[in-house]
């Protein structure tokens, strides 16, 4: 067969083949949205359209900062790039934008808590692993895997009054959030609810016993019901919020901190309003995604307008 006769044939026979639509990462970018776990690497330049980090982070507000510093603070950042990746970090709240680098810890942990008694971080990975973040070395060491939560649920977060309390997870396969007690010597965990919403990211409990959670689906806080699991509406944060992030309270003092994380590094460091749910930024950390856990070992007293 002459050459350009089979040329023709073959392009004749491409044009003949349905479009195929050009890949814009449009269907990445709408499953990723809103996801559980940490942002992944490419997420940023493809669906934000800027490389990670070149986004100026928001301007704190400076009006916002309590009058008094408070307690010490622990925020582990699990992104895999920029300063301070990967890396537990310590502050003196609320300034979390100067916090001091302790190290590394390459595991992904999307749940932090402080044992006040001990002195000791707990944290659970994305395995169910729950163990101890080194405060000197910012190492995780796993010491039980969790077992008994439902097929699909990833891990959001880690709470407990005291060490002698129950310990709570939350849990969520992005249509439905659960809330779990656990034993931490054993790792069994035991079903307490539905919170009713669909990606509690993350839970923190008060000094009075009482939950809260952030849902990163309706960008909202709730209380919650540590005997149902029931999450009852606050209000709206105002910001729209991706990917794994954490809540903490300073029980010295009552209030409720947020790290915050919208995409591509930018993320703030918050204060929560308990009747409203509005977010009110105090501090602007390191490019990246936190979860925290304070140490409410002093008593100041200060307040946030």
């Not at 659970?124 to 070395?137: I, M, P, Q």
């Not at 540590?226 to 209000?235: D, E, N, P, R, Y």
């Not at 977010?279 to 490019?287: D, E, F, G, I, S």
């Amino acid at each position: 067969m002459h050459a350009l006769k089979l040329v023709g044939m073959i392009l004749a026979g491409l044009a003949a083949l349905p479009a195929v639509a050009a890949d814009d990462g449009t269907q990445d970018c709408a499953a990723w949205k809103n996801s559980l776990k940490r942002e992944p690497a490419w997420y940023s330049e493809k669906c934000l359209g800027h490389a990670y980090g070149a986004l100026s982070p928001k301007d704190a507000q400076a009006a916002a900062l309590p009058k008094n510093l408070g307690d010490t603070t622990y925020q582990f950042n699990m992104r895999g790039t920029g300063t301070g990746a990967d890396s537990l970090q310590s502050f003196v709240l609320p300034n979390a934008g100067t916090a001091t680098i302790i190290g590394p810890q390459t595991g992904n942990l999307y749940g932090l808590e402080y044992d006040n008694v001990a002195g000791r971080i707990y944290a659970v990975s994305d395995l169910f692993g729950f163990g101890e973040l080194n405060k000197t070395t910012g190492v995780f060491t796993s010491t039980v895997t969790i077992t008994g939560t439902a097929a699909g649920q990833s891990v959001t977060g880690l709470a407990f009054q005291t060490p002698s309390s129950p310990y709570y997870l939350s849990t969520s396969d992005g249509t439905d959030s659960q809330i779990y007690t656990f034993n931490p010597t054993t790792g069994v965990a035991t079903l307490v609810g539905n919170t009713g919403t669909p990606l509690m990211i993350d839970i923190a409990i008060n000094a009075s016993g009482q939950m809260y959670g952030h849902d990163i689906g309706t960008d909202s806080i709730y209380s919650i019901n540590t005997s149902t699991g029931v999450a009852t509406l606050i209000g709206a944060t105002g910001v729209a919020a991706n990917f794994a992030q954490g809540i903490e309270f300073d029980k010295s003092t009552g209030v409720l901190y947020a790290w915050i994380y919208e995409g591509g590094g930018v993320n703030r460091f918050a204060t929560i309003n308990l009747t409203t749910g509005a977010a009110t930024t105090v501090a602007t950390p390191l490019a990246g995604e936190y979860e925290g856990a304070t140490t409410p070992v002093s008593l100041q007293s200060f307040s946030v307008d």
